[in-house]
Structure formats: C-alpha cells, structure tokens
C-alpha cells in the first residue's frame, strides 16, 4: 500500500495539493514516501516565483537622464510648445474681461455702496 501510495504521489503529481499529501502521509506514517514529493512541490514553486520575480522586477532606468524622460511627454497636449498651460488664457496680472452688462466678475471691483 505505501508503494501505491508513493506512486499515485508522482504520477498525479500536478492534481494532488502538497497539504493533502502531507495530511494522509502523516495519518498513515507514510513520511518518508512524502518528503520526496513535498521536495519536489517546493522546488517546482521556487522555480515558479524566481521566473515571476523577474518578469515583473522594475526596469533599471539609471541610464536615462531628466532630459530623456521629459522628452517623452513632448506629444502631449499643452507641452508641445514648451509651456505648462497653468492659466486659462489672459496676460499675468490682467483681469478678465467684464461681461456685457458691466458686473465686475473678476472680485477687483470696488465694495458697491
């Protein structure tokens, strides 16, 4: 029964959950048909993280410099020119036009009486 045992363990390998063998190995006294499988379940996971942990490890951007980066933004809306659009229109320091029936939106008017 313990050669079965050991045998269903890699034959079934990727369908058995390694806490389930672990469980009916430990009820049953079968450690050391266990240990081989649960050895091969930690490399094989291992092996799993180590691939995962370099396919998603950040990009070394060292070599680029802050000019390289900012050139990367140029197509973007606003930044074609040069200039940050940081106000909507108008010269620093001039107020908006007053509307068409002459209220002063602007609050630079003086306080009415």
Same mark, same amino acid.
């Given at each position: 029964?313990?050669?079965? +045992? ?21 009820? *049953?006294?079968?450690? @050391? +048909? ?37 050139? *990367?933004?140029? $197509?973007? @809306? %606003? +930044? ?7 106000? *909507?229109? %108008?010269?620093? %320091? ?5 509307? $068409? @029936? $002459? ?11």
């Amino acid at each position: 029964e313990k050669e079965c +045992f050991c045998a269903t363990l890699y034959t079934c390998y990727s369908h058995i959950s390694p806490d389930v063998a672990l469980e009916l190995g430990w009820i *049953n006294g079968y450690h @050391n +048909f266990v240990i081989p499988f649960l050895i091969q379940t930690f490399k094989h996971t291992h092996d799993r993280l180590k691939a995962l942990e370099q396919r998603t490890a950040p990009k070394d951007d060292s070599g680029k410099t802050e000019d390289e980066v900012a050139s *990367n933004y140029v $197509g973007l @809306n %606003g +930044f074609s020119n040069g200039m940050l659009m940081l106000e *909507n229109g %108008g010269m620093p %320091g001039m107020a908006p036009p007053a509307m $068409g @029936n $002459g209220i002063d939106m602007s609050g630079m008017a003086p306080p009415a009486r």
